[in-house]
Each structure stands twice: as structure tokens, then as C-alpha cells.
């Protein structure tokens, strides 16, 4: 069984709409992180997060550690939102990284 | 700062050829890690580096080596290539985080290996 699980696995959305991805882990935690991949492309980190809720432009993320559980929200989303968002944590003391198998999301115009 | 730098982007073998897969970063990161990324699966990680000189297996690392000479660098070298060993390959780099602060990673823009 994967520590870290995402759903949706794939979502289709409008453009505009107010999406959310979820995230929830089965494991002690110092971090989660949200990063973003598009297709083709490389990885880059969104947000880490350790407790309570953090905004970036449209993308907001929050967590919630007694119920070891995440979520992204993008606000009036874009095509250029579209990509696969995958969550991961840091478990205890080390550095090492457990990944969900992501969300891939398609806006249409 | 260039950031994480992978080399080659792209790269076909036959299998029981061998071959190093590059990374770099200049951002004076202690920790290294390559993960490989297969479709269906998460990001799973290969081997790590805590600093020069010390190395340890993750979660897949048979039929892969890494050495970490210097801080800045980190190759991964496959031993004898097999077709299961097609993926994208990504290096990644953090800060050695604390217990309870964890640690931004910094992806290469990974390299595509297929092996034939």
C-alpha cells in the first residue's frame, strides 16, 4: 500500500472553475509538499507545508496533520494549470521523499 | 545559479551496455537523490547522498551505482542496462532539512532512457 495517496488520479475541468486535489498520508510527517510537472517537462516545488495553509497567486494549500490530510486548490483555473500535481512527504528525520502517483489535470478553454 | 543540471537529455542503449547518467547542482545542497519515474507509479528513489563521500540505497537500487565525490556532483551509473530499466531518470537536491522543517527539493529537468 502507497504511504502517500492523491485522488483524483485525472481530472478535466473549465476554465475558470475551482479545482481541488487531495493528498492523504498514512505516516508521522516533518513536511508535505506540493510540486508540479508539465507534460514533458521537469519538476518544480509549489509549496512545502508542515501546518495550516499557504496562497501563491491562484494556488492555495492546506493541511490538516490530526487527520493526515492535504489539499491544492487552484482558484479560476487556466489552461496553463494544466499538468500533473503530485504530492509528496518527508518522513521524520531524514530527507528522503515518498511521492503519490500524482493528479493529472487538463483545463479546457 | 543553473540550478540541478542533467545530462544527457535523452538516451538509447542495448541491453548489457553501460552508461552515467550526469548530475549537478551549485547550490551547495548537501543532500542528492535519483529517483526514476515509471507511468502508474510515483517518483521512487534509486540512491541518496547525504554529502561527499557517503552514499546509501533507496527503495530500487539494483542494477544502478552512484559515488559522491565532490558536493556539487552525483552520477548515476547503470551497470548493464536492461529493458526494465527504461524511465525518466530525475536528480534532485535539498538543504539537509532539520527534523521538523523538512526540505524544498530541486529537480534536474531529467533525462529519458530507453533501453532496447
Known amino acids: 500500500k502507497n504511504e502517500v495517496e492523491q485522488s483524483p488520479q485525472n481530472l478535466t475541468a473549465q476554465e475558470g472553475e475551482f479545482i481541488t486535489i487531495n493528498c492523504s498520508y498514512s505516516?508521522?510527517?516533518?513536511?508535505l509538499h506540493w510540486l508540479q510537472q508539465h507534460p514533458g517537462g521537469g519538476i518544480v516545488s509549489l509549496f512545502m507545508?508542515?501546518?495550516g495553509k499557504k496562497k501563491h497567486g491562484r494556488l492555495i494549500a492546506t493541511i490538516n496533520i490530526q487527520e493526515k490530510h492535504s489539499s491544492l486548490h487552484i482558484t479560476a483555473s487556466h489552461p496553463r494549470d494544466s499538468a500533473v500535481y503530485i504530492c509528496?512527504?518527508?518522513?521524520?528525520?531524514?530527507?528522503?521523499?515518498?511521492f503519490g502517483t500524482g493528479t493529472s489535470l487538463t483545463v479546457i478553454p | 545559479n543553473a540550478g540541478v543540471t542533467q545530462t544527457p537529455k535523452f538516451q538509447v542503449l542495448k541491453t548489457g551496455q553501460s552508461m552515467t547518467l550526469q548530475c549537478a547542482q551549485d547550490?551547495?545542497?548537501?543532500?542528492m537523490s535519483w529517483y526514476r519515474q515509471d507511468p502508474g507509479m510515483g517518483l521512487r528513489l534509486i540512491h541518496y547522498?547525504?554529502?561527499?563521500?557517503?552514499?546509501d540505497q533507496g527503495e530500487v537500487p539494483n542494477g544502478y551505482n552512484v559515488s559522491r565525490s565532490t558536493t556539487e556532483d552525483f552520477p548515476l551509473r547503470l551497470l548493464s542496462a536492461a529493458p526494465s530499466q527504461t524511465s525518466v531518470y530525475f536528480c534532485?537536491?535539498?538543504?539537509?532539512?532539520?527534523?521538523?522543517?523538512?526540505?524544498?527539493?530541486?529537480f534536474g529537468p531529467g533525462t529519458r532512457l530507453t533501453v532496447t
Open positions: 505516516v508521522g510527517i516533518s513536511a
Open positions: 507545508l508542515s501546518s
Open positions: 547522498s547525504v554529502g561527499a563521500g557517503i552514499t
Open positions: 534532485a537536491s535539498s538543504r539537509t532539512g532539520g527534523r521538523l522543517a523538512g526540505a524544498e527539493q530541486y
Open positions: 509528496a512527504v518527508n518522513r521524520g528525520t531524514g530527507n528522503q521523499f515518498y
Open positions: 547550490m551547495n545542497h548537501e543532500y
